[in-house]
């Protein structure tokens, strides 16, 4: 009777801990998801020509070679 008290009691603390952990995966798996969103957002072309055209730089197409990873 003592040990299976024991065990459940055991068990409990283990899902209880499984939780804890998933709840900190899904928290991290969000705050990269939404710092991927910024970097992207930051990245935009359209943004980056923006910053450009306020610093006085201009884009000459003949000049753009797209490179590939």
Do not use: F, P, W
């Amino acid at each position: 009777m003592v040990s299976v008290v024991s065990a459940k009691i055991a068990m409990s603390n283990a899902q209880h801990e499984l939780q804890s952990v998933n709840n900190q995966v899904t928290t991290y798996t969000n705050r990269n998801t939404n710092t991927q969103q910024e970097i992207n957002e930051l990245q935009s072309r359209t943004r980056l020509d923006k910053i450009a055209k306020k610093q006085g730089l201009t884009l000459e197409n003949a000049r753009i070679r797209n490179v590939n990873k």
